[in-house]
């Protein structure tokens, strides 16, 4: 009676120690990485690779994503505005909507999909064949081998990706417009810049920063936690792009609450 | 790493940046490799005009705004624009700063002030310049905010003036206005009626004056022919001849006179014979009534009466008789 009484608290007792236990590893892994950034000789040749890993490869599903939203939006904002709100604020929408939203927000949660889900898997792998502790047997800084390289990678390369996706979709929004909605190409140009601002490129710029370096965090940090063989790899897979999905959405609030007011 | 994915890198990399930047300048209108020319214009205030908002001349966007600063002496704000090179601006230029659409975007339109002398320019002789670059004056138009909050002020007025009037207006003051509303009615019903009644009259007044009119037209047509006549007469000279003939005339009634007077002579006489008949008659009624003579007394016996009366039925009787049996009393034989 008196165990069952008590296991509720155990199990709330239980949770607080392994979040705190898990914010105290994150914040080792972070601080080792910052500290592994002064040795640019392990990652330095590493970067590149990741870069075409994450950036590159990530371009075609990061553009067909933004192709199809682009030509949603389009049809969209016809059928709402149309009879009420001159057509041209199609451009407005499309454009406003891309840069800010559904450009960063949509490809982070693409990659963190596909980058997040990699690295974790990558790095669990490592972390359960033990080749992370063959790595510090060699005297290599596994900080600097694996983080640091797909860190910075994610951070370079997600605001290409974001800018690519972002020029997709409005590319495509403004075709639908064209040859869908029977718009004219000046008619969609006027509303795409009637409130156009350089400054709405920027929040994407700065969105996708924080979106890659989310998302290859959180992926090396479940990679580097994981345990328990090629089940702990699926699970910190699968852990990783909840976590680093979730992350995305609540730094998309908070950018959106502090950079746009 | 092969050379091929390395620039596969460069490669994304550098059309991403290019997109992003290339992007973001033609969407702003960047005017690459055109010159343009600095302009500045001078106002009391701004409202909502932003650096790279729109400058019009006759409706065609000609350059942007580049800078707003505030004048030193803080009595003008100091807006630098960017021209295209190619446009000529009319000598007595001015700014005016407004609201492009409704969506909160503005615009600096140049425009010849001699077309709006009711906007008050902010005061710039026409050749200034500073620096080299042309100043014109400027006008801010009320932003919709404005606007709104003297809308505002209004609404407050009114409302402050409804309260004073609802004041005013007690509910004696209703009372009496619906009763002074009352009596405007049954005063004007009465006008009404005061109205028809005096139609009636006067409808009947103007159907007898047409009947008197008719009548009169009528009489004055006899007259006329009365008067025609007698003007006939006169002119034909036939009033002497009856005045002749009423002369005989009163000559023949004279001679009558005379014959009535004849026989009133002989009336006379007959009168007194006529009362001596009747003074006769009274006499033999007189002894009819008193039952002497033999005409007396059968008048005055009924026995005489009863008999006659036995025999007529007799005589009836007989008559009755011969009627039916005629044979009994005549006898026809020829031999």
């Given amino acids: 009676m008196r165990v069952s009484l008590l296991r509720p608290v155990e199990a709330v007792g239980g949770a607080v120690l392994s979040s705190v236990a898990t914010v105290g590893r994150a914040g080792y892994l972070a601080v080792g990485a910052v500290r592994a950034l002064r040795k640019g000789s392990i990652w330095g040749p590493h970067l590149l690779a990741q870069m075409a890993k994450i950036g590159v490869d990530s371009v075609p599903i990061a553009i067909f994503i933004a192709l199809f939203t682009g030509v949603v939006l389009a049809l969209q904002a016809s059928y709402t505005f149309t009879g009420a709100v001159p057509l041209y604020f199609v451009g407005t929408l499309v454009g406003k909507t891309m840069v800010l939203e559904l450009g960063p927000v949509l490809t982070g949660l693409a990659l963190s999909g596909r980058v997040g889900a990699n690295i974790a898997a990558e790095i669990g792998t490592m972390r359960v064949t033990e080749q992370v502790d063959a790595l510090e047997t060699l005297a290599y800084d596994p900080n600097a081998y694996l983080v640091v390289p797909r860190v910075l990678a994610g951070a370079l390369m997600f605001p290409i990706v974001v800018l690519l996706a972002d020029a997709v979709g409005v590319l495509a929004g403004w075709l639908t417009s064209m040859y869908l909605l029977d718009m004219s190409s000046q008619t969609f140009l006027k509303g795409l810049r009637l409130f156009f601002q350089p400054w709405d490129v920027w929040f994407s710029v700065i969105k996708s920063v924080s979106f890659g370096l989310t998302v290859t965090s959180v992926g090396c940090f479940f990679g580097f936690s994981t345990s328990g063989g090629a089940e702990g790899v699926g699970k910190s897979t699968t852990r990783s792009v909840v976590v680093s999905s979730m992350i995305i959405l609540v730094l998309d609030a908070f950018w959106a609450a502090t950079l746009l007011k | ?335």
């Fill in chain 2, 1 to 335: 790493m092969s050379k091929g994915r390395e620039l596969l890198v460069g490669f994304v990399i550098i059309i991403a940046v290019a997109v992003g930047v290339g992007g973001t300048l033609w969407l702003k209108g960047a005017h690459w490799g055109r010159a343009l020319v600095p302009l500045e214009i001078l106002v009391p205030n701004v409202a909502e005009l932003t650096p790279g908002d729109a400058v019009v001349f006759r409706g065609v966007r000609i350059g942007r705004v580049s800078s707003i600063e505030v004048e030193p002496d803080g009595q003008a704000v100091r807006v630098s624009v960017n021209l295209e090179k190619t446009v000529k601006l009319p000598e007595d230029a001015g700014a005016v700063l407004a609201p492009e659409s409704m969506f909160g975007d503005w615009q600096a339109e140049i425009v010849s002030r001699s077309h709006y002398p009711e906007y008050d320019f902010y005061a710039v002789p026409r050749s200034a310049s500073s620096g080299g670059v042309r100043v014109v004056g400027g006008y801010t138009l009320p932003e919709l905010t404005r606007l709104t909050a003297s809308a505002e002020e209004i609404s407050t007025n009114l409302e402050n003036l409804t309260n004073r009037l609802e004041m005013a207006f007690s509910q004696k003051t209703a009372q009496n206005l619906s009763q002074a509303i009352d009596n405007i009615e049954a005063i004007s019903r009465e006008i009404r009626d005061l109205v028809n009644q005096e139609s009636s009259v006067a409808r009947n007044v103007t159907a007898n004056a047409d009947t008197a009119l008719t009548q009169i037209e009528e009489a004055s047509r006899v007259a006329r022919r009365s008067f025609e006549r007698v003007d006939s007469v006169l002119r034909e000279a036939q009033l002497d001849s009856i005045v002749t003939n009423v002369r005989l005339a009163t000559g023949s009634i004279r001679q009558v006179s005379g014959v009535v007077s004849g026989s009133s002579e002989q009336i006379q006489s007959t009168l007194t014979r006529a009362d001596s008949v009747f003074a006769r008659l009274d006499r033999i009624t007189a002894q009819l009534e008193s039952g002497k003579g033999s005409l007396g007394i059968l008048l005055s016996d009924s026995t005489f009466a009863v008999r006659a009366e036995g025999v007529l039925a007799q005589l009836d009787l007989l008559l009755r008789d011969l009627r039916e049996n005629p044979r009994r009393y005549v006898r026809l034989s020829i031999f």
